[in-house]
């Protein structure tokens, strides 16, 4: 069959668009890529009140483009199996005692976002639990109302699993970092340092606000290994000596940090907000790769 000039460069034309496609694709997926955000959450009160962090916190909330849906992995839900939560419509949970009773009144009406979470359970071979109950703890909600204060974008969360190693966490992270590629923002909420402990001895002392040593040294540690791009190093934070014992005494706080790096490519740079400390043991320092 004889082809004409004109029909050959048709079909010359076509085949280098065909062939550029999964670069074009690649690029398209990558501009519209979500952010990954590890934001120190502090007290609930941070909710509510406006301080040096929660300013900070209002700064991030006019430099993020708002995201198809929201997975926040939050130092307050805690499972035996990774579980991500399935309700349409997540509950608020008032995981703290203590407090003025107007905290335990305030509402985030987001919705959920099922489908995204059953499908994420689904493609990864139903190794992920679904929970269609669990609602947003005050380590997803006391942060959201700064970030999205419209309660605007389907939220859905991701337990911490104790069967797992820390390293374990930062390996299924990889797994599910996908979703950034998809519209879905990962936000991973805890503290850098967190050790209660050492506040109430301090608040006995009246030492509350002197930055300890150890806190500032391993605050100073995490941002050089993310800066260095040595996130396995912080996967394996236990052998970073001292400073990493006393900054993660219980590793809740610490794991949400590594699902946000978990779901980093090679090219994104860290960008800090909110640095320094609420009281001398909780590092309030957020990142964010976007």
């Known amino acids: 069959m004889k082809i004409n000039r004109r029909k050959f460069t048709y079909l010359a034309g076509l085949a280098t668009i065909l062939t550029a496609l999964p670069s074009w694709a690649t690029n398209t997926k990558e501009k519209n890529r979500a952010p990954a955000l590890f934001i120190g959450h502090g007290t609930p009160m941070n909710a509510f009140t406006t301080n040096e962090f929660t300013k900070e916190w209002d700064i991030l909330a006019k430099n993020i483009h708002k995201p198809k849906a929201i997975l926040v992995v939050s130092a307050h839900w805690e499972t035996i199996f990774p579980t991500v939560s399935t309700s349409i419509q997540p509950p608020m949970i008032y995981d703290f005692y203590g407090f003025p009773d107007y905290m335990y009144e305030k509402k985030y009406p987001a919705p959920g976002a099922p489908i995204i979470a059953q ?20 380590g997803a909600w006391s942060v959201l ?25 930062y390996l299924l992270a990889q797994e599910i970092r996908h979703l950034r590629d998809e519209g879905v923002m990962i936000i991973g909420s805890g503290n850098i340092t967190h050790n209660i402990p050492s506040a109430r001895q301090d608040s006995q002392l009246g030492t509350r606000n ?4 150890w806190a500032q040294n391993f605050d100073d540690s995490v941002v050089s290994k993310i800066n260095s791009g040595d996130f396995k190093a912080l996967a394996n934070y236990e052998k970073m000596g001292k400073d990493a014992k006393m900054s993660v005494p219980t590793p809740e706080h610490f794991l949400p940090l590594l699902y946000v790096l978990g779901s980093v490519k090679e090219e994104e740079k860290a960008n800090y907000y909110a640095q320094g400390f609420q009281s001398g043991s909780f590092s309030m ?4 790769f976007s």
């Open 119 to 138: 499908n994420l359970s689904h493609n990864l071979n139903d190794k992920i639990l679904m929970d269609n109950n669990q609602g947003l703890d005050h």
């Open 145 to 169: 109302s700064r970030l999205f204060p419209k309660a605007d974008v389907p939220v859905f969360q991701f337990s911490l699993a104790r069967s797992l190693t820390p390293m374990d966490h």
């Open 285 to 288: 320092r957020s990142v964010l």
């Open 210 to 213: 002197i930055v300890h040593e």
